[in-house]
């Protein structure tokens, strides 16, 4: 695990909580799983529940959700009036076609790369941004100048330029934040990586002038529609500190996007 998240790559974490009768593993028995649902270390017992978790994980992988599976003998699923992949009160059931007729509960939680955080330029509203995102819960990557790299008090990754890396196995939130240092150049290095979300701090009539002048150096239409300028939530902000947490508050809008259980949250995002 610890190896795992050193280089960011995404896995679940597959734990029994809750065993009846005979099975083969018992309460706390663990197993780390990819996203392609291979067992990676650890035992969860056998074919019983594996089939099961294995495809829960994937799930979990996919929607950053956990999942608690409860695999129990059909007599007993019969017993609840519940069948095979029903899902009541947040369990799943799965059927056990093992002879010993045990129960077993797998809690199976994702464990993701942290989100991150990716601001371009080295504005009064690009510091704020570095400075507030990782209290949110982000990684962060500031792209900037040389000389301009100083005024971050600090960054899990400096990147000198815009030169930003194509993939990530994280989720990236893009920030263009150049306010008139280099505008064109961040744009085109934000818009040519797969990120979740691309923004761009200035007014909207600015960003449609940088558009053109993306059109014109090539850049497709489809490719320019991926940037939200203006950056961030209509929340009415002035200062650079208020600009940058409009966005931030934007970006975690999109992050928890599914997430909310709610018919109130989902309502009032």
Known sequence: MDRLRRVGAPFALATVVRTVSVTAAKAGAKAVIAPDGTMLAGWIGGGCARGAVLKA??????????????????????????????????????????????????????????PRLIVLGASPVAVALADLGPRLGFDLTVCALPEDQPVFASADERIEGYALPVESPAARYVVVATQGRGDLAALKAALAVDAEHVAFVGSRKKAEALSQKLQGDGIGLNQIGRMKAPAGLDLGAITPEEIALSVLAEIIVLRRKGQRDTPELAKNP
């Open 57 to 114: 994980a994937r799930e979990a992988l996919a929607d950053g959700k956990t999942r608690l599976i409860s695999v129990q003998p059909e007599d007993l699923l019969a017993e609840q009036g519940v069948a095979a992949g029903d899902e009541r009160q947040g369990v799943r059931y799965a059927r056990s076609m093992c002879p010993s007729k045990g129960t077993m509960d797998v809690f199976v939680e994702p464990v993701l790369p942290r």
